[in-house]
Structures are given as C-alpha cells and as structure tokens.
C-alpha cells in the first residue's frame, strides 16, 4: 500500500519510512487500567523480611493504616495475601480514578508519598515481596501518569529485588508479567523477555504447560520478540498460545487476541497469505457467535481487508473496508469520533487513491475532517492530520492550488498550538515547500525547506532520517535553481549518508540518491570519486530493476 496518507493518531513519519502497519506499531503506552494480580493456588509459608510493613497512604486518610498480617511469617495463609493485594488494588483503583479525573497532581502526591513510604523499608534493608509489589505498583500507576522516566527507575529498582527472590513467593509471577509489560512499553525488549520467561517458568511449574494462566507471559514475550525481529521465535509462541485456548473450543473468543497480534506480526513478515487465514478464523468466530450483522464483525472485516491489501488484493479489501465500515456504522459499535474509526477511513481512503478511484477517496477524508470540526471545532489540533490527508490528496490530483491553502491552514492552525519551534511544524512545512515547488515558486519552496531542516536538526540530531528528508527537498529545490553544485552535490552526500544508515546500503531510496550523486560529481569533475559509485549504482540497479526507474 503506498505511504502518503498518515493514520489520524499518528505523527506524520519521513516519506522515506515505510508505513509500518498494525503488526509493527510502536509500543502503545500502558494505560492505568487494572493491575491484574492473579493470586497463587500455592501458598507456602514466606517470612517476609519485614516484621511489619506500612500500608500505602491513602489520600483520605491523615495517617498510615496498620501493617499487613502478611508479613507476620508464619500467619502468611491464604486470606493474608488476598487482604495484601486488596489493599493494593485499592490504592491503584484510587490512582486511577484520579488521573481518569484529570487530578493528575493529586494522583502523582499519593504515587510519591508511598515511594517515600516504601523507599524507608529498602533503605533499612527490607526488600521483600511486599516491597517488590507496591513498587511495581507504583510503576503502574507513573505508567498511567506518562512519566516514564520515573518508570524506569522504579523498574530497575525492583528488578534488583525480585532477581534476588526464588520462585515461589506469592504474586511473584504478576509482578513479573507486569514488569514485563513495562519494559515492552519502554523500548526495552530484552529485559521484558527474560522477565516474561521467568514469569512462564514459574506458572508451568505451578499450574502445568496447558494451564490458560500462561496466555499472558506467551503473549507478553510474543510481542517483544516480534520487536527485536525474532518473528520465528515470537510465532512459535502465539502458536503456543492458540493452542491452549483451543482446547476450550475452536471458536472460543479468547482466540481472537492471539490470533489478531500473529496475523499482524504476518503482515509485517510480509506473510500475507498466513496473515489472510488469522484474520478470516477471527472473522468466522464473531460470526458464529454474534452473527454476521453485529459490530463485532464489522471490525474484524476491516483487519481482514488490511490483510487482503498487504496481499496485493486491492479491489477485494476495498470492497470488505467498506461492508465492515457500514456494519460499524449501522450497529453504533464505535462513537463516529474515534480514532480507531479514523484511522480505518483513512486506510480505506489510502486504498481507493491506489486503485485510481481518488475523488472517492477524498470524500471519505473530507468525511472524517467534517466530523472532526463537529465534535471538536474548526481548525482544533487535530484536524490537521486530516487537512494534510486532503491536501496531499489534492497534490496527487494535480490540484496544487487548492493543496496550498490546507497547508497554509495547517500552518497556521500549528503556529498557534504549538509555537514556530516546535518540530511538529515542519510536517506541513515541508508538505508546503514540496507544493510551492510544484507551482514553481522555487524561492518560497527553498526558505521553507531550509526552515524545516533547522527545525529537525534541533529536534532529532543533523543526521536523523527525518533531517535527510528534509535535506533531500532542499536538494531538489536548489537544483532547479541552479544553485553552487559544490553545495547540492554536498547536501546530497549529506542525504545519502543518513539513508545509508537509517534504511541500508541497498535500499531503493538510497539507489535514487546515488544517481544524484554520481550525476554532480560527474558535473563538477571529481571522476575519480565517481567511478567506483557508478559501479556500485549499476550493481543496484540491476538489483531493483523492477522496482527502480532508470
């Protein structure tokens, strides 16, 4: 599918990058939504290492409440760690409700009046799993408050503790899955898998390899080996996973998770064909059990679309994009403003471009701006995705006029939100020097240019991919202008180093730069610099002849 229309929640990445679909996505934060602890069946003595340990601090109340009769040692049974992890869902629930409140302050004084509360048992050398599980507690609830950098101090003090514990305490296994899970969110694959292959070990030994409390660690450590591309790895376990649900019936509804993450994980292993088969099981299972008029259905219609284009089958998913969209709609199923459905018109959009068919493609976009400017007003923030959509849409068209004025729109709608600093600007910026060059107004495209190119270098560092984008519209400006070749022919060198290093040696846009190069090294003399990457460029020619013009 091509890459030129952005999703609605998504920050507009280079036009370099390829759309990094839904099996690829970056991580999405953890939302404080619930802790989840699942209390273990065996509930061998555990002398905590605390005679008494101080409950949370509750925003109501003036003092502490009194110690847990858990880590009284040999009075730990059965109600003790029901009563312990109450109090901790308790206190996440009152977290939760406040940041869900926007008492964002609130919830942040109650989060580090019992890190200091926690924080004076380690300090007097207490480091239990009492303290293991309100530490990971309070990861949670910074997790829900978005400040990861206190996440990940938090995470790294309690992978010191409970990397000194056996396996066997009660809660050990939860709050190795919640760590893991945290790590994940943070970028940190490696240690979000040897803490899910801990936690795995734990509940087979537990509970047995069949047991359904492993879906959690198998789907945890699926997703972070998927990220640090071990997909054979990552399938064998959804796999896994899938396999155990079976055994509770071949259409039980539990299999969709599983199935959706390794039918998103095909597409991004450009497996389109396994993708299909995920997605048509998950289909077939909201089908036999809501029947094929629910809004259910319509959204797995819209996955299996997803799947049927990376297929190649661009007329057969149009067509399911549309009858799951009209299930969506007619079942009420999603709020006409939200994202996800934003975000399914705009592939569906994308798709119709592909297929030539651009004017319906535009009206769909225009749908979604409309609705954004009835529930959110005009020119909020958020309608400048959907301005960008329509006018590269319009620039697609030929309608670099009409492209023009959404993106002077867009500017100024952005000028006003988020300053003239702020990189986000040069989205549109760049968008505008790209149309302004189009209607050979080459002047203007270049000051534009230029500015987005300072704006990135600030942001990302000068040799950042989304810098060389920006470097590479320049390049193409100033050629037309005639500018000093000794300048191009370094901005282009510039270009092809960042491509070199972000996207390969071999890539189809480092091909096109070369030729560039290789053109004005020629022009301002430097054969002896141009020989040995004129070869390398007929090397990759004939490597993408089919995907390269040359």
Same mark, same amino acid.
């Given at each position: 599918?091509?890459s030129?229309l952005?999703a609605?929640r998504?920050?507009?990445s280079?036009a370099?990058?390829?759309?990094?679909d839904?099996g690829?996505?970056?991580p999405?934060?953890?939302?404080?939504?619930?802790?989840?602890?699942?209390?273990?069946?065996?509930?061998a003595?555990?002398?905590?290492?605390?005679?008494?340990?101080?409950?949370?601090?509750?925003a109501?109340?003036?003092?502490?409440?009194?110690?847990?009769?858990?880590?009284d040692g040999?009075?730990?049974?059965?109600n003790?760690?029901?009563?312990?992890?109450?109090?901790?869902?308790?206190?996440?629930?009152?977290?939760?409700?406040?940041?869900?409140?926007?008492?964002?302050?609130?919830?942040?004084?109650?989060?580090?009046?019992n890190?200091?509360?926690?924080?004076?048992?380690?300090?007097?050398g207490f480091?239990?799993?009492?303290?293991?599980?309100?530490?990971?507690?309070?990861?949670?609830?910074?997790?829900?408050?978005?400040?990861?950098?206190?996440v990940?101090?938090?995470?790294n003090?309690?992978?010191?503790?409970?990397?000194?514990l056996?396996?066997?305490?009660?809660?050990?296994d939860?709050?190795?899955?919640?760590?893991?899970?945290?790590?994940?969110?943070?970028g940190?694959?490696?240690?979000?898998?040897?803490?899910?292959?801990?936690?795995?070990?734990?509940?087979?030994?537990?509970?047995?390899?069949?047991?359904?409390?492993?879906?959690t660690p198998?789907?945890?450590?699926?997703?972070?080996?998927g990220?640090?591309?071990?997909?054979?790895?990552?399938?064998?376990l959804?796999?896994?996973?899938?396999?155990?649900?079976e055994?509770?019936g071949t259409?039980?509804?539990?299999?969709?998770?599983?199935l959706s993450?390794?039918?998103?994980l095909?597409i991004?292993?450009?497996?389109?064909?396994?993708?299909?088969?995920?997605?048509?099981?998950?289909?077939?299972?909201?089908?036999?059990?809501?029947?094929k008029?629910?809004g259910?259905?319509g959204?797995?219609?819209?996955s299996?679309a997803h799947?049927?284009?990376?297929?190649?089958?661009?007329?057969?998913?149009?067509?399911?994009?549309?009858?799951?969209?009209?299930?969506?709609?007619?079942?009420?199923?999603?709020?006409v403003?939200?994202?996800?459905?934003?975000?399914?018109?705009?592939?569906?959009?994308?798709?119709?471009?592909?297929?030539?068919?651009?004017?319906?493609?535009?009206?769909?976009l225009?749908?979604?701006?409309?609705?954004?400017?009835? @529930?959110?007003?005009?020119?909020?923030?958020?309608?400048?995705?959907?301005l %960008?959509?329509?006018?590269? #849409?319009?620039? /697609? *068209? !030929?309608?670099?006029?009409?492209?023009?004025?959404?993106?002077?729109?867009?500017?100024?709608?952005?000028?006003?939100?988020?300053?003239p600093?702020?990189?986000?600007?040069?989205v549109?910026m760049?968008h505008?020097a790209?149309t302004?060059?189009?209607?050979?107004?080459?002047?203007?495209a270049?000051?534009?240019?230029?500015e987005?190119?300072?704006?990135?270098?600030?942001?990302?560092?000068?040799?950042s991919?989304?810098?060389?984008?920006?470097?590479?519209?320049?390049?193409?400006?100033q050629?037309?202008?005639?500018?000093?070749?000794?300048?191009?022919?370094?901005i282009l060198?510039r270009?092809?180093?960042?491509?070199?290093?972000?996207l390969g040696?071999?890539?189809?846009?480092?091909?096109?730069?070369?030729?560039?190069?290789?053109? @004005?090294?020629?022009?301002?003399?430097k054969?002896?610099?141009?020989?040995p %990457?004129?070869?390398?460029? #007929?090397?990759? /020619? *004939? !490597?993408?002849k089919?995907?390269?013009?040359?």
């Amino acid at each position: 599918m091509a890459s030129w229309l952005m999703a609605a929640r998504a920050v507009p990445s280079p036009a370099w990058g390829r759309r990094i679909d839904r099996g690829g996505r970056e991580p999405v934060p953890v939302r404080c939504t619930e802790r989840g602890y699942k209390v273990s069946m065996k509930h061998a003595a555990q002398s905590s290492s605390a005679k008494r340990f101080q409950k949370l601090r509750y925003a109501t109340e003036g003092e502490n409440l009194r110690g847990s009769s858990m880590v009284d040692g040999s009075t730990n049974t059965l109600n003790d760690v029901d009563n312990f992890e109450r109090q901790l869902n308790d206190f996440f629930l009152q977290v939760k409700t406040k940041l869900e409140k926007g008492n964002k302050d609130d919830a942040v004084y109650l989060l580090k009046a019992n890190y200091e509360a926690v924080m004076e048992q380690i300090d007097g050398g207490f480091r239990g799993i009492e303290q293991a599980a309100v530490i990971d507690t309070l990861a949670l609830g910074y997790m829900g408050a978005g400040d990861f950098k206190t996440v990940e101090h938090l995470l790294n003090l309690l992978k010191d503790i409970v990397g000194a514990l056996h396996d066997d305490p009660p809660l050990l296994d939860s709050i190795l899955m919640h760590m893991g899970s945290m790590f994940t969110t943070l970028g940190k694959f490696e240690e979000a898998i040897s803490l899910y292959s801990r936690g795995l070990k734990i509940i087979e030994r537990e509970f047995g390899i069949h047991s359904p409390f492993l879906i959690t660690p198998l789907m945890g450590m699926a997703k972070a080996l998927g990220f640090t591309g071990r997909a054979s790895e990552a399938i064998t376990l959804y796999y896994q996973a899938i396999d155990i649900l079976e055994k509770r019936g071949t259409e039980n509804e539990e299999l969709v998770i599983p199935l959706s993450a390794l039918g998103n994980l095909f597409i991004s292993e450009r497996k389109a064909t396994d993708a299909e088969i995920c997605f048509k099981r998950i289909l077939n299972i909201y089908s036999k059990i809501y029947g094929k008029d629910n809004g259910r259905v319509g959204m797995a219609m819209c996955s299996l679309a997803h799947a049927l284009c990376a297929n190649g089958k661009v007329t057969e998913a149009i067509s399911m994009y549309k009858n799951g969209l009209q299930l969506i709609k007619d079942n009420k199923y999603i709020a006409v403003d939200d994202n996800l459905l934003e975000e399914m018109k705009t592939d569906l959009a994308e798709l119709l471009h592909v297929a030539g068919r651009e004017q319906e493609g535009r009206e769909l976009l225009e749908e979604c701006l409309l609705i954004s400017e009835k @529930y959110k007003g005009i020119e909020h923030p958020s309608s400048v995705t959907h301005l %960008l959509n329509i006018a590269m #849409s319009y620039s /697609r *068209s !030929k309608n670099f006029v009409e492209a023009e004025r959404l993106l002077r729109t867009c500017l100024r709608i952005m000028l006003r939100t988020v300053g003239p600093k702020d990189q986000s600007i040069s989205v549109p910026m760049l968008h505008l020097a790209v149309t302004l060059y189009n209607l050979r107004r080459d002047e203007e495209a270049e000051h534009l240019a230029l500015e987005a190119v300072h704006l990135r270098e600030d942001a990302f560092g000068k040799e950042s991919l989304p810098v060389g984008e920006a470097l590479d519209c320049l390049a193409s400006i100033q050629m037309r202008l005639e500018k000093d070749d000794n300048s191009v022919l370094a901005i282009l060198k510039r270009v092809l180093n960042i491509q070199e290093k972000e996207l390969g040696f071999e890539s189809e846009e480092v091909v096109t730069t070369l030729k560039k190069v290789v053109f @004005y090294l020629n022009k301002v003399g430097k054969k002896d610099e141009k020989l040995p %990457l004129q070869r390398r460029l #007929s090397f990759l /020619r *004939s !490597k993408h002849k089919q995907k390269v013009r040359v």
